[in-house]
Structures are given as structure tokens and as C-alpha cells.
């Protein structure tokens, strides 16, 4: 491979380092071309499966910062450079090499983590992002209605204790006064002071206390 033609490889595989998820590398010794397309096609639309040499594939891990596979390139090697969901892509790789025992998962990184083959299996044991987020709908679903239960039940008691009372209060307007059937007690009655039409105050003194003719006419 000429010089140029490396220096491209090398961009192309440090392009897919840093934009992927996860990485898987695998050795495919033995594996026909139609199995390679077969296990392409397992892995999904959003994980591609490409061929390496080994020394570009070393030069461009280290250029994305990936140390996960300096010891595991050796022999014939491809990568699963993952963009969708690792666990799916995790789950076609083992998959495949159930039924093709040729297909040989090495190790892997995810989000800059290295993964070993058996966490990788690991990976594949768990729920697929799509699974995870409907079962969290379904969750949120029945908490939502576990809510409105909750809600609803006292509402209505409430609801039925107020038209009781309406109709009570129908029934018997004191209650509005006075409480749960008593009527309220009538207010005492206020003092009165001042005089009365005769002229005499509450205690019967008389308004004056002098006759307007105490003084006699003198004599002619």
C-alpha cells in the first residue's frame, strides 16, 4: 500500500474510533465471504463491520486515544465500529459466533472503557435500548394510573360528605347557623340607658330640680 493510500486508511479508521460508541475487535480466520456478509447483516444498520490491517489499525487507535487494542492485533482482524445501540450489536456478535465458532471476539471499548471478551457477553445479556425504554413507558404508564386512583378516591368522597351536607342543610337551615342540627343561640339583649317620655332617667330623678316660678312679683 502506498504512502498516501496509508495516511487515508489511517484518517478513515481514527474518523471511526472517535465517532462510534463502542469497537469490537474479532478475528474472523476461516470465515467464507458469503459469512461475512451474513454476520454484516446481523449486526444492524447502525454498526459496520470492516477489515483491518493490523500496524494502520494500531496507528489510528492510538491517534483517537484508544489503548484497548494494542496487544490484540494480531493475526486476521476486523472491527465492529458500533454507532447504534452496543448492546444489540454486542447481542449479533455472540449470535454469530454460536453458530459460526470460527468467529473469535477478542475485546472491545466502549465510551473510552476497554471491555473484555466476557464482558461483551455480559453486554449481550442485557436488555436492548428499545426493550429498556418501553418497559420504562410501560412503568410510567401504570404509575400515571396508580396516580389518578389515588387522586380520584378521595375527590369523590369528598364530593359525596358536600352533597350530604347540601342535602341536610335542605332539610334543616339551623345547620348553617348553629352547627349539626342546633340552632344558634340568640344574641342578649343590649342595655338601654338615657330617659323616658316622662322626663324622669332610669333611676326616676326628675329632669329638674328647681319650678321655673320660685321667685314671687313684688308689690305694686
Known amino acids: 500500500m502506498a504512502k498516501p493510500e496509508k ?17 469490537v475487535l474479532t478475528e474472523y480466520r476461516g470465515l467464507t465471504v458469503a459469512e461475512l456478509k451474513e ?4 449486526l444492524g444498520a447502525d454498526t459496520s463491520y470492516a477489515v483491518v490491517k493490523n500496524t494502520l489499525t494500531r496507528i489510528a487507535a492510538r491517534e483517537a486515544g484508544v489503548a484497548a487494542f494494542d496487544d490484540l492485533l494480531q493475526g486476521p482482524s476486523a472491527i465492529a465500529f458500533v454507532k447504534g445501540d452496543p448492546v ?23 465510551e473510552g472503557k476497554a471491555l473484555a471478551p466476557d ?10 435500548r428499545e426493550v429498556l425504554l418501553a418497559r420504562l413507558a ?21 364530593a359525596r360528605t358536600i352533597e350530604a351536607l347540601r342535602q341536610k342543610a335542605e332539610a ?3 345547620i348553617l347557623r348553629g352547627g349539626a342540627g342546633e340552632p344558634a343561640p340568640a344574641a ?10 316622662t322626663g324622669t332617667d ?4 326628675d329632669e329638674t330640680s328647681t319650678d321655673e316660678t320660685s321667685t314671687d312679683q313684688p308689690a305694686g
Open 88 to 110: 444489540e450489536a454486542a447481542k449479533g456478535l455472540r449470535d454469530f459466533a454460536k453458530a459460526h465458532p470460527l468467529l473469535v471476539i477478542k475485546g472491545g471499548v466502549m
Open 172 to 174: 334543616d337551615p339551623s
Open 202 to 205: 332610669e333611676t326616676g330623678t
Open 188 to 197: 342578649a339583649p343590649e342595655a338601654v340607658t338615657g330617659t323616658d317620655e
Open 39 to 42: 454476520l454484516r447483516r446481523s
Open 119 to 128: 464482558e461483551i457477553r455480559k453486554l449481550a445479556d442485557l436488555e436492548s
Open 7 to 23: 495516511a487515508t486508511a489511517v484518517a478513515e479508521l481514527t474518523e471511526e474510533f472517535r465517532t462510534s460508541s463502542a469497537a
Open 138 to 158: 410501560g412503568a410510567l404508564q401504570a404509575s400515571l394510573q396508580n396516580a389518578v386512583s389515588l387522586f380520584a378516591a378521595p375527590l369523590s368522597q369528598a
